[in-house]
């Protein structure tokens, strides 16, 4: 059975950084697709950013670009979204989420506020 876990979500100030991780058992990071997606209130879910293991591709969101960065530990199976210069329309519930298509397997989701 394939479990995500993140954890690293919190509240920060404007210009603030954050590292969120997701820990994978069941399922390895080093091949398929892996990434991070978030969800505002009253909005649909959206791609944050995403890494293509087999085509060796990270795509980005462009309102994110620049500030947030992806990361993999192989040897722990965890995944890492480092956030920088944070801003207050980056408040949403983030989600990790991997697997062959990408979004086969999500993490249970964790908050992050940024306030001005």
């Known amino acids: 059975q394939v479990q995500l876990v993140e954890s690293g979500g919190g509240s920060v100030q404007a210009g603030g950084s954050l590292r969120l991780s997701c820990a994978a058992s069941?399922?390895?990071?080093?091949?398929?697709?892996m990434g991070w997606f978030r969800q505002a209130p009253g909005k649909e879910r959206e791609a944050v950013v995403f890494?293509?293991?087999?085509?060796?591709?990270?795509t980005y969101a462009d309102s994110v670009k620049g500030r947030f960065t992806i990361s993999q530990d192989n040897a722990k199976n965890t995944m890492y979204l480092q956030m920088n210069s944070l801003k207050p329309e980056d408040t949403a519930m983030y989600y990790c989420?991997?697997?062959?298509?990408?979004?086969?397997?999500w993490g249970q989701g964790t908050q992050v506020t940024v306030s001005s």
């Open positions: 989420a991997a697997g062959p298509g990408c979004t086969n397997y």
């Open positions: 069941g399922y390895t990071y080093s091949r398929g697709c």
């Open positions: 890494i293509s293991t087999d085509e060796r591709t990270t």
